[in-house]
C-alpha cells in the first residue's frame, strides 16, 4: 500500500489522468480494473470513478503491487544556460535560440530546452522533482529547431493550465518576424489548408479528409533585393504553419530548402513578441492581462543595409 497526499500542482486535475503520471509503469487497462476493483482509496472512501477531481489535502490509498511504484527515471540538473526575457512566481519567457530543440526527438537529443529550463529553476530551487507527483515545469508552446524566439513555461500545474487555455482560445497574441524570398507588398490574412506528411506538411486550397484549417496575417514591413521582411500573427498553431503557407503563396522562408527556397544562408524565422489580450478570467495570472513582450530579432535590424 502507498499512501500518497495531493499538493497545489496534483490538484484540480482528474484522478485517473493524475493516476497514470504517478503510475507510469501501470498499463491503462490495469489501472482503470484497479479503480473497478475499489484498489483506489481518497480520504477513506473507495473511488471508482476516474472522473473525481482531486483537492489539495486529498490523501490517496493506493492497494497496489510495489512494482508500480517505481521510477520511471530520475531527474538530474545538466546544462541551465538559458535567455530569461520575463518570470516570476508562475511563468517564465525564454528567448529560444535556433538550433536548440525544445524536446527529446527521435534522435534522442538530451539537450533540450525543457531539460535547461527544468535545471535553471532548479538550481534556483523552484523546482525539486522530489516534492512533485505529477508535474514538473513544462512549455506551454513550442517552436521549431530552427526558429528562435519567445516561447512560455510554466513553473507550476495551474499557469500551465491557464496559459493553454487562453492559447486556446486565442487570448494570448504569438507575432513573428521572418526573411521570405521574393517581393511581397501590403498586409492580408492567408486562409488554406494543412496537412501533416511524415518529413513535412502539405498545404491546399481545399479541405481534404486529413487536412485542418489554417489561417495566417501577415504584415510586409520592407521589400529589397528580391527578399521581404514579414511580421506574421497566427491564427491558428500547426506544425510548419508560416514556413508552409508563405511557401504556397509562393514566397518561401529565405533559406528554408524543406519548403522551396533556393537562397542561401539558414532560414530566418522568430517569434518577437508576445501579448496576454485576457478577454475572460485568467485567475492567478491576471496580473499579465495587457502586458507585452518582444525581443530584438538579431536579422531585423540589419535587413535594410544587407539588402540595400
Known sequence: MKEVTINANDAGQR?????TKYLANMPQSMLYKSLRKNCVRVNGAHIRDGKYMLRAGDVLR????????EPQSGFAAGNSDIDVVYEDENIILINKESGIVVHSDDNGT?????????????KKGE????????????FA??????????????KNAAALRIINEKIRSREIKKLYLCVADGRMEGSGTLTAYLERGEKKVSVTDTLTANSKNIKTKYTVIASLGGKSLVEVELETGRTHQIRAQLAHIGHPLSGDKKYGSRSGGKMKLTSYKLRFDFRSDAGILNYLSGREFQIEADFSSTFLTQNS
Open 15 to 19: 484522478l485517473d489522468k493524475f493516476l
Open 110 to 122: 538530451e539537450d533540450t530546452l525543457l531539460g535547461r529550463m527544468q535545471s535553471y529553476l532548479y
Open 62 to 69: 493506493l492497494y497496489l503491487k510495489d512494482e508500480f511504484f
Open 127 to 138: 523546482y525539486n522533482p522530489e516534492n512533485e507527483h505529477s508535474f514538473a515545469p513544462a
Open 141 to 154: 508552446n513550442r517552436l521549431d529547431r530552427n526558429t528562435s524566439g519567445i516561447i512560455i513555461g510554466a
